[in-house]
């Protein structure tokens, strides 16, 4: 579940025509895409492109340690979600089974998103007439690895959003995911809406609104260790930025 704000903030921008209403899509200047796995261990990126938006890279792809991938982005505006898959054991065929952030068993995700808990690098690009992108760092949904968002070469203000610290190391033993399950070492921190279920802690219901849903000890915590995060549905860090027209947009893992 992603924050409202953060999806308010990362929707797409489309001109419109005058005449019927029709909506096209601009074309901007290249710009590249690259993951970074800084961790000390293998990592399997999945990409989930938001509805109506191109799947990169087929979704997900391995990636060793201390390496990168670098492949160009959209011409056109494109937003989704970038998140680290970890503990992954192949099975046959196109299979991959995960300890964070599986996707359905798959290596390529295909359009799926990961599941919870996993830090997410959101990302908006080429919106607005000036080439805007914009990006941010989510811990709603819990937390697997650190992970950082680089803009190069852009104009304006364009800030380095991260989430660096490992909080497997401080997770409250309420939300830890160890794997193996049981007597494993922790893995993940979920979030207390994955953790609990509740609506008050999950932002639904009565609650699905910025006056009745509020930050909790489990979003505080995670507050505290990575304050540029969005941390809960209707979190608003103070993020303000403007980068316009990017070269290279970097998600580094483990950073």
């Not at 970074?36 to 990126?45: A, D, L, R």
Request: charged residues 15%.
């Amino acid at each position: 579940m992603a924050s409202p704000k953060l999806l308010l903030l990362l929707a797409t921008s489309l001109l419109a025509c005058g005449g019927g209403g029709l909506l096209v899509a601009a074309d901007y200047a290249p710009m590249t895409l690259t993951v970074v796995n800084n961790c000390p261990f293998p990592v399997w990126p999945g990409i989930q492109a938001n509805s109506g938006h191109d799947i990169l890279e087929g979704g997900g792809f391995f990636l060793p340690s201390l390496s990168h991938k670098s492949f160009p982005a959209p011409t056109h505006p494109w937003s989704g979600r970038i998140w680290a898959r970890t503990g992954c054991t192949p099975g046959s065929g196109a299979q991959l089974h995960c300890a964070t952030g599986d996707c359905g068993g798959r290596l390529q995700c295909g359009g799926l998103g990961g599941a919870a808990p996993a830090t997410l690098a959101q990302v908006n690009l080429h919106h607005n007439s000036d080439d805007q992108a914009s990006y941010g760092v989510s811990v709603v949904d819990g937390f697997n690895v650190g992970l950082s968002v680089t803009p190069h070469e852009g104009r304006g203000n364009c800030p380095v959003l991260a989430c660096r610290k490992d909080l497997t190391q401080t997770c409250p033993g309420e939300l830890q995911v160890r794997s193996p399950a049981g007597g494993g070492a922790v893995v993940a921190c979920k979030s207390g809406c994955e953790a609990f279920r509740t609506d008050e802690l999950c932002c639904r219901n009565m609650y699905n609104s910025p006056r009745t849903c509020r930050a909790s000890k489990y979003s505080e915590f995670f507050k505290r260790e990575c304050p540029q995060a969005f941390t809960y549905a209707h979190d608003s860090p103070s993020l303000t930025h403007q980068c316009a027209a990017p070269r290279e947009l970097k998600v580094i893992f483990c950073h």
